[in-house]
């Protein structure tokens, strides 16, 4: 199996599964407890069904959308995720780069191997950077200084994730930060020896966004530990508005899904939120996000732009978002599979079908920009 036999996730996934050693597939496969939340996010869109207009003289198709300031030529965005150098050795650059090519938004980690600055300088399309809030306050100030010296655009923050998920996939194999693998998980590691050679031969793993402020080497503190140790569980609404006052810019909540909540996001100054369940990685038995779409759009959509991410599989699964209400969809493991199988080529092709799928629907759903869709479109089951 080659790149060039992926015409859609379920393939990629294939050709990532069979490059990656399984505790590092697992990683990225896996979710919380029983996984529901996880299998919902895309099965909900198995819920609703487009209704297609006709005749409309659909030549050209305007993908562009406007979201928190950023002009996107596409609806989808590279949600951020932690650790890509770790699925291949190109990780963030490939797809920052990929992302600069389709002219769409990607972001950063704090659990990202590539420093934010460089991606900042490589690229000129729009930047979030994902960030935690930690005990430390002067830290958290000093974090966000460095992205906006950096010239981010767009801070996002994490607040699905006040305790890690539990993972039982990465219990089975040993998966951490630093590496502690089971016997049977270095066997794997073993037997997918081109991964273990491009890894080694590589720049060294390091997580940049972090190491400058924090001891991250040599296994000083595990990912487990900076989660537990680092972040600060009594993070409330106050502190987060102190963030939005200090930050000053285009600042977004990723991890939203309650009508309150979403108030509150407005109410401090948030200029987006992100409905999410973190693709169903923190709690299991959360609503799927796109279930959740509907209210949090007709609760506070006009006052401030409403994401969403998880379970997107499909062009159609983006229009359907879209259709409710969706300013913006974030990709995940849509993009990741692709990263892990090929890299650059990976994300970039990855990108190019989504593009494809997503004007290919709009055509035949008879809408030349995005704005036409509208829940005139849509029946639930
Ligand atoms: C391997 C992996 C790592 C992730 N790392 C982060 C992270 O560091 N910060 C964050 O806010 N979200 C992270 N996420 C969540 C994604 O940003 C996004 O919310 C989720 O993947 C969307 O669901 P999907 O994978 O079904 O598209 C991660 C997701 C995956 C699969």
Redesign the pocket.
């Known amino acids: 199996m080659r790149l060039s036999d992926c015409h859609n996730f379920h393939d990629f996934r294939q050709l990532a599964r069979r490059r990656l050693p399984g505790p590092i597939f697992d ?2 496969d896996g979710a919380a407890d029983d996984e529901v939340t ?1 299998r919902r ?2 099965a909900s869109f198995e819920h609703c069904d487009l209704v297609p207009n006709v005749l409309r003289g659909v030549e050209t198709i305007d993908l562009s959308v406007t979201v928190m300031g950023q002009k996107l030529a596409l609806p989808v965005y590279c ?5 890509q150098r770790l699925f291949h050795h190109e990780g963030e650059r490939a797809v920052a780069a990929a992302a600069a090519r389709y002219g769409t938004m990607f ?1 950063v ?3 990202g191997t590539v420093s934010l600055e460089e991606l900042r300088r490589a690229h000129d399309t729009p930047q979030v950077y ?1 960030f935690y809030f930690h005990r430390d306050r002067s830290l958290n100030r000093v974090m966000l200084q460095r992205a906006k010296d950096a010239g981010v655009q767009v801070m ?1 923050l ?1 607040v699905d ?1 006040i305790t890690g998920g539990n993972r039982e996939r990465d219990l089975r194999t040993g998966f951490s930060i630093p590496f502690k693998l089971s016997l049977a998980a270095m066997l794997q590691f073993v037997i997918k020896p081109a991964w273990g050679t491009n890894y080694l031969t590589h720049e060294a793993f390091k997580l940049p966004q972090l190491d400058k402020h924090i001891d991250m080497s040599g296994g000083a503190l595990s990912i487990g530990r900076y989660f537990t140790e680092m972040l600060d569980p009594s993070m409330t609404w106050n502190d987060v508005a102190e963030m939005v006052q200090h930050w000053n810019g285009h600042f977004c909540l ?2 939203v899904m309650s009508i309150t909540d979403a108030k509150r996001a407005v109410e401090i100054g948030c200029t987006g939120i ?1 409905v ?1 369940n ?4 923190q709690l299991d038995g959360s609503r799927a996000s796109f279930d959740q779409l509907a209210e949090i759009v007709d609760a506070v959509g006009d006052r401030i732009d409403v994401l969403m ?4 599989q499909r062009g159609s699964h983006v229009l359907k978002a879209l259709a409710v209400g969706a300013k913006a969809i ?5 993009y ?1 599979y692709p990263l892990a199988a090929a890299g650059q080529a990976g994300v970039e092709r990855a990108l190019g079908l989504m593009q494809s799928e997503i004007e290919r629907d709009m055509k035949l759903m008879g809408c030349r920009a995005l704005g036409q869709l509208s829940r005139a479109n849509l029946r639930f089951r």
């Open positions: 990683y990225i996880h996010n895309t949600s951020p995720t932690a650790l972001g980690s704090s659990l994902q996002m994490t994730s990723k991890g992100v999410s973190h693709g169903g990685r991410d998880g379970g997107v974030g990709l995940g493991r849509y990741l």
